[in-house]
Nanobody, 121 residues
Framework: QVQLVESGGGLVQPGGSLRLSCAAS????????MGWYRQAPGRQRELVAA???????NTTESVKGRFTISRDNAKNTVYLQMSSLKPEDTAVYYC???????????????WGQGTQVTVSS
């Protein structure tokens, strides 16, 4: 089994910053892509940012220049540094990872439980 545990969400004022962390644990052989998604009330879940095992990143246009994704492969952890936060960034943020649990196995898609980020004055 593989678990993804997120931390770092909370309430922040507009213009503020937060750093989300997501640690993967369990039966892990290797991790391919890792990413952050978010879902606001009444809206579909959307990709915020993703990062490959080699460090290549992809960030959605609405957060470019404000959010930065990074990862520590030795710790099986992915981070999302969020700056200049806006009320429209308010959502539940979910961690996602493509995890291989055995040699030559196919990657499985895993999700964290989500962490609430609220941007409000």
């Amino acid at each position: 089994q593989v678990q993804l545990v997120e931390s770092g969400g909370g309430l922040v004022q507009p213009g503020g910053s937060l750093r989300l962390s997501c640690a993967a644990s369990g039966s892990i052989f290797s991790i391919y892509d890792m990413g952050w998604y978010r879902q606001a009330p009444g809206r579909q879940r959307e990709l915020v940012a993703a990062i490959t095992s080699g460090g290549a990143t992809n960030t959605t246009e609405s957060v470019k220049g404000r959010f930065t994704i990074s990862r520590d492969n030795a710790k099986n952890t992915v981070y999302l540094q969020m700056s200049s936060l806006k009320p429209e960034d308010t959502a539940v943020y979910y961690c996602n990872a493509a995890v291989v649990i055995r040699f030559l196995g196919r990657p499985g898609n895993y999700w964290g439980q989500g962490t609430q980020v609220t941007v409000s004055s």
